[in-house]
T-cell receptor, first 116, second 109 residues
Framework: DAGITQSPRHKVTETGTPVTLRCHQT?????MYWYRQDPGHGLRLIHY???????DKGEVSDGYSVSRSKTEDFLLTLESATSSQTSVYFC???????????????FGQGTRLTVV | GENVEQHPSTLSVQEGDSAVIKCTYS??????FPWYKQELGKGPQLIID?????GEKKDQRIAVTLNKTAKHFSLHITETQPEDSAVYFC????????FGTGTSLTVIP
């Protein structure tokens, strides 16, 4: 298994509070991604990073921010959690992103976040 | 951006029968198509992938086909076993990975 660790694995938080999820990799992969998984929607990209301090938005980025100060760590922050952000969050990593050099995305075990 | 559609959303088959899951994509720039299997409480794991310069790929009981012209790709599982029961996701990658909505496969012993 790829060396990806997500923390925490489970969290319950109150509406309006800030929450930070952490993704740590030991593979030295360039790309890191945050997805959320909801029934009927599959995996939707929140934000991704293509290098230290290089990040970009995905399709469902509103209400989320990210930071990558080191190759191995990618943080996802919910500035003010809402009930609509209750979901399972997955971090993923991949090595290449170029013509003919794409490789799979490796996923972490997920973080189940409940906003009450 | 890319739009990946996946069908069916649920699929039940008898053990030993074949299962087929189909996906379509919209962006002709997508050039890499992985398939993932997700078991309960775990992250998705790659089971097979195919690149745009290949029409078919097989790995034991699993095969994937790609029709670039029609923007279709499919997963075929033969001789299904109970341990194949899981949620399967297709994905298309151009600049980023875009995932289908998943197929919950149940193999009935």
């Amino acid at each position: 298994d790829a060396g990806i660790t997500q923390s925490p694995r489970h969290k319950v938080t109150e509406t309006g509070t800030p929450v930070t999820l952490r993704c740590h990799q030991t593979e030295n992969h360039r790309y890191m991604y945050w997805y959320r998984q909801d029934p009927g929607h599959g995996l939707r990209l929140i934000h991704y990073s293509y290098g230290v301090k290089d990040t970009d938005k995905g399709e469902v980025s509103d209400g989320y921010s990210v930071s990558r100060s080191k190759t191995e760590d990618f943080l996802l922050t919910l500035e003010s959690a809402t009930s609509s952000q209750t979901s399972v969050y997955f971090c993923a990593i991949s090595e290449h992103s170029g013509q003919g050099r794409d490789t799979e995305a490796f996923f972490g075990q997920g973080t189940r976040l409940t906003v009450v | 951006g890319e739009n990946v559609e996946q069908h069916p959303s649920t699929l039940s088959v008898q053990e030993g029968d074949s299962a087929v899951i189909k996906c379509t994509y919209s962006d002709s720039a997508s050039n890499y198509f992985p398939w993932y299997k997700q078991e309960l409480g775990k992250g998705p794991q790659l089971i097979i992938d195919i690149r745009s310069n290949v029409g078919e790929k097989k790995d034991q009981r699993i095969a994937v086909t790609l029709n670039k012209t029609a923007k279709h790709f499919s997963l075929h599982i033969t001789e299904t076993q109970p341990e194949d029961s899981a949620v399967y996701f297709c994905a298309a990658k151009g600049n980023q990975f875009y995932f289908g909505t998943g197929t919950s496969l149940t193999v009935i012993p």
